[in-house]
């Protein structure tokens, strides 16, 4: 029984391939061994369900970051520019939800931005720092996305597959059954 489940591939991040029953037969020798061998399929579904719903969790926690971070170097590249052309930046900001105000910065040479890191965490980089900093984290996410899109893709795929088997399974099941209780009907008919 195990060694179904063994013996299939797995993705680049290691989630293991769903295998597919073309035959109970080949898996269940048994019909007792049924129970066990249905509660593996349905354990493997579950994981699959809870690796699902982890990863469309990271991708809206990533589809949310991605334009913040997009939108702090943006306004990097802006201050940046600012800089090298000797300029002052002039720059609406808001100061609560109803309240805009308007501000000078000052692009000198000795220019620094505050980034929120997480975790209540804000450091104070130089502007070519911050730069390079938020466009190394926005590769990061942007290739994160894809990857976690990939894995609901090939957990679709996989959940598929499992659903199929334990239908599968089941029918089985049912029909072993009834062939069961049609033999043991047949047996109290010859007694009678």
């Given at each position: 029984m195990d060694t179904i489940f063994n013996s299939t591939g797995s993705n680049p991040r290691g989630i293991?391939?769903?295998?597919f029953v073309e035959k109970v037969e080949d898996f269940i020798k048994d019909p007792s061994d049924f129970d066990l061998c249905?509660?593996?399929?349905?354990?493997?579904?579950?994981?699959?369900?809870?690796?699902?719903?982890s990863k469309l969790l990271t991708i809206k926690q990533l589809k949310s970051k991605i334009p913040d971070i997009e939108n702090t170097l943006s306004m990097c590249n802006m201050l940046n520019l600012k800089k090298k052309a000797g300029e002052c930046l002039e720059a609406n900001y808001q100061l609560n939800e109803?309240?805009?105000t308007k501000a000078a910065i000052d692009t000198s040479e000795d220019l620094y931005v505050g980034?929120?890191?997480?975790?209540?965490?804000?450091?104070?980089?130089?502007?070519d720092e911050a730069i390079d900093l938020l466009t190394s984290k926005l590769s990061e996410a942007e290739r994160?996305?894809?990857?976690a899109k990939e894995d609901v893709e090939f957990l679709?795929?996989?959940?598929?597959?499992?659903?199929v088997n334990c239908a599968r399974l089941y029918n089985w099941d049912v029909e072993k059954r009834q062939q069961?209780?049609?033999a043991e009907e047949g047996t109290k008919n010859l007694k009678i």
């Open positions: 293991p391939e769903a295998p249905f509660n593996k399929f349905q354990e493997r579904l579950s994981k699959y369900k809870f690796m699902q719903e109803t309240l805009y980034l929120w890191l997480g975790a209540d965490v804000m450091l104070e980089y130089p502007i994160n996305l894809e990857i679709r795929e996989n959940i598929t597959t499992m659903e069961l209780k049609k």
